[in-house]
C-alpha cells in the first residue's frame, strides 16, 4: 500500500489567480496520477506525472493550464493557473501499486473553489 | 475509447438489506474491472476488483460478478451496513495499466437504519 498526504486539504482561491497543490507519497513510486473530480462527478484522469520529463496530459488539458512537476519518485505538484470558477473541484493525487493488480492509492484530495 | 456507464446514480436500502451497482463498458478488450469506495472527504479506496478470466469474486459481504459477452458487471453488497453508505465507482481497464483506467459515474450509496 502507499499513504498519500496531499496539501493544502482545501482552499478559497480568487478568480485569476494560480494555486499549487502538493503530494507526497511514503514511498517510491514510478506512476503518479492527477485527477479532477467536479462536485458530485467522476474522476478525470488530468495527466501523468512522469520523473524526470515532462507530464503525459490526456485530451482536454494542457500544460499551460495544469503544469506538473514531479523532481523524484515520492513527490509531485500540480499547479491549477489563472483559474476560473469552472475550475472548482476536487483534484486527487494517485498512485499505482504497479505490477500485475494495478490498483490505484489516492489521497484525499484538495478542494479548491474559485470565486 | 472506453466508456463505462454505472446505474443507478443514487441507491438507499434498509439496513441489513442487499445492494446492487450495474455498470457497463464498450471496449471489449477491457480485462480488468475495479470497484472503488469512496467516503464523505476522502479519496476513492479499492475494495474489490475482478479480472476478465473470473465470473465472480467474493469478499465477504461484498461480490462482484463479470459478464464479458453481455459487457456488463455488477456490484453486490449483501447485510448493509452503516458504514456501507458512501459514493461507489465502478471502472474498467485494458491491461493493468492504471493510466488508463475509465471509471463510471459513480453511485452514492445511503443505508437507512
Known amino acids: 500500500s502507499a499513504v498519500i498526504s496531499q496539501k493544502p486539504s482545501r482552499d478559497i482561491c480568487q478568480r485569476g489567480t494560480s494555486l499549487t497543490i502538493q503530494c507526497q507519497v511514503d514511498?517510491?513510486?514510478?506512476?503518479m496520477f492527477w485527477y479532477r473530480q467536479q462536485p458530485g462527478q467522476s474522476l478525470t484522469l488530468i495527466a501523468t506525472?512522469?520523473?524526470?520529463?515532462?507530464?503525459?496530459?490526456e485530451s482536454g488539458f494542457v500544460i499551460d493550464k495544469f503544469p506538473i512537476s514531479r523532481p523524484n519518485l515520492t513527490f509531485s505538484t500540480l499547479t491549477v493557473s489563472n483559474m476560473s470558477p469552472e475550475d472548482s473541484s476536487i483534484y486527487l493525487c494517485?498512485?499505482?501499486?504497479?505490477?500485475?493488480?494495478?490498483?490505484?492509492?489516492f489521497g484525499e484530495g484538495s478542494r479548491l473553489t474559485v470565486l | 475509447g472506453e466508456n463505462v456507464e454505472q446505474h443507478p446514480s443514487t441507491l438507499s436500502v434498509q439496513e441489513g438489506d442487499s445492494a446492487v451497482i450495474k455498470c457497463t463498458y464498450s471496449?471489449?478488450?477491457?480485462?480488468?474491472f475495479p470497484w472503488y469506495k469512496q467516503e464523505l472527504g476522502k479519496g476513492p479506496q479499492l475494495i474489490i476488483d475482478i479480472r476478465s478470466n473470473v465470473g465472480e469474486k467474493k469478499d465477504q459481504r461484498i461480490a462482484v460478478t463479470l459478464n464479458k459477452t453481455a459487457k456488463h458487471f455488477s456490484l453486490h453488497i449483501t447485510e448493509t451496513q452503516p458504514e456501507d453508505s458512501a459514493v461507489y465507482f465502478c471502472a474498467a481497464s485494458r491491461g493493468s495499466s492504471a493510466s488508463k483506467i475509465i471509471f463510471g459515474s459513480g453511485t452514492r450509496l445511503s443505508i437507512r437504519p
Open positions: 494517485s498512485v499505482s501499486a504497479g505490477g500485475p493488480t494495478g490498483e490505484l492509492f
Open positions: 471496449d471489449s478488450a477491457s480485462n480488468y
Open positions: 506525472a512522469n520523473q524526470g520529463s515532462e507530464a503525459t496530459y
Open positions: 514511498s517510491q513510486v514510478t506512476m
